[in-house]
């Protein structure tokens, strides 16, 4: 039947049938009632405060009940309280106030201390980057950083995990942050701040993605042809930051798994990287070329301005140490690369990749949904991996990074 099409048309009709169930299938996801964005954040045991925030338990309960300005949190059966993540940020307010919060423990900027920002990097596909991203944004906006995430990936799945879809609602993105003038339409970049969207956590805000992504790529291209005077594409990004330099403790990038100018001008603008390395990418040799091409993109950067991060850390994702060939590697790398590997492992878990096979953020889930051991394994893996991002950040900030103590 199809022998008449011209392979051309027969693409074209196998688009059409994609983007037409593609659209269904999405405006079922974000349906009005399925929008995560239209409910809070879930509520938070005092014994989950006091982890987010490091105070023992005892002494926060003896703080909920004596300290002035503190939230009334909401009473649920079993006569236990809950807080929501907007009382927690006040709870920190009020402990730091009362002294009660050396600056170790305060995830926020003291005078002087410069934003921190960290490039979520690596170009292979599917390694965790944007899992990791989201759930490090999550745990860390809960102890108290002010966070604005930046997704430079065109497929935008950051931005869809926070339910943010530019390119569906017509809303701005990077890209009309990034952008090149347009001297034939006189259209031009817009302000970072005209491009924030807040979320559904209070403390992160996000510059979504989109598709349009791919233009910045062209336009920087034929900007090089025609060397036209204007910001170089890698200063694109830490120039556009500047406007919002006082407003976040903390920017993290979600990066693409390809090379791009987009990708260069946020590893210019980052003061700290992490790379995820998944299991799947453990054959060392393609570890080791990435390497090599990521030594040469900061060569690219480093034409024009040395550059020296605070840190660079690797970390294993989707590990599970019951393989043997997985533990295998791990300890091969671990023992080559010794400090600079995160002690802790994003552990791989099919409990939070749900039938859409996206990977929901921990926090958003109740732990009662989950055997306990499921939750708590992967309850320390992330509050593990944000800890040590924590105290990398801590140590930029000229602070000792502050040790958990058991309760
Ligand atoms: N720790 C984990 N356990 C189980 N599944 C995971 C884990 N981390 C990620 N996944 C799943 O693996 C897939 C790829 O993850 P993710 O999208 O985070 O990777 P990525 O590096 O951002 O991919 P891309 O390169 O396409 O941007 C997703 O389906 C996600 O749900
Ligand atoms: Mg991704």
Avoid at 54 to 80: A, F, H, I
Avoid at 186 to 192: A, S, V
Avoid at 211 to 235: I, L, V
Avoid at 300 to 328: C, G, M, N, W
């Amino acid at each position: 039947m199809a022998a008449g099409l011209l392979a051309s048309e027969q693409l074209m009709n196998f688009s059409e049938i994609i983007d037409t169930a593609l659209a269904q299938q999405r405006a079922l996801l974000h349906a009005p009632e399925s929008r995560k964005s239209d409910t809070p954040l879930r509520l938070f045991s005092v014994r989950e405060v006091s982890h987010a925030l490091r105070v023992k338990y005892n002494s926060l309960r003896q703080y909920l009940n004596t300290l002035d300005g503190m939230p009334e949190g909401t009473v649920e059966p079993g006569n236990r309280k809950y807080f929501s993540a907007e009382e927690i940020n006040q709870i920190l307010e009020v402990l730091r106030k009362a002294g009660k919060l050396e600056d170790s423990r305060y995830p926020r900027r003291l005078p002087g201390d410069p934003q921190a920002r960290l490039v979520v990097y690596n170009l292979k596909g599917g390694v965790s980057k944007t899992s990791l991203s989201v759930n490090l944004a999550q745990f860390l906006a809960l102890s108290g950083y002010k966070i604005l995430a930046i997704d430079l990936d065109p497929q935008a799945s950051f931005s869809d995990m926070f339910d943010i879809q530019a390119d569906v609602e017509g809303l701005p993105s990077i890209y009309d942050v990034l952008r090149y003038s347009d001297a034939d339409s006189g259209e031009g970049p817009i302000p970072i701040t005209q491009a924030i969207q807040a979320t559904y956590v209070p403390n992160i805000d996000i510059v979504p993605g989109s598709m349009s992504m791919t233009e910045f790529e062209f336009e920087t291209s034929a900007n090089f042809r025609s060397g036209s005077e204007g910001t170089p594409f890698h200063r694109r990004i830490s120039d556009a930051l500047e406007m919002v330099d006082d407003t976040y403790d903390l920017v993290i990038f979600d990066t693409p798994p390809h090379m791009s100018f987009a990708v260069i001008s946020a590893v210019y603008a980052a003061t700290g990287m992490l790379i995820p390395l998944s299991a799947g990418m453990l054959d060392v040799v393609s570890l080791a070329k990435f390497l090599e091409l990521a030594a040469s993109t900061m060569q690219v950067v480093e034409q024009h301005q040395d550059k020296r991060y605070d840190f660079i850390r690797f970390v294993l994702t989707r590990y599970s140490a019951s393989d043997p060939a997985q533990l295998q590697l791990s300890s091969f790398l671990r023992s080559h690369l010794s400090g600079s590997m995160l002690s802790h492992d994003f552990v791989s878990s099919t409990a939070v990749a749900d039938a859409g096979n996206t990977m929901n953020p921990l926090l958003e889930l109740p732990p009662s949904s989950f055997h306990r051991r499921t939750y708590d394994r992967i309850f320390e893996s992330l509050s593990g991996i944000a800890d040590e991002v924590d105290a990398e950040i801590m140590r930029a900030w000229g602070r000792e990074p502050f040790q958990r103590e058991a309760d």
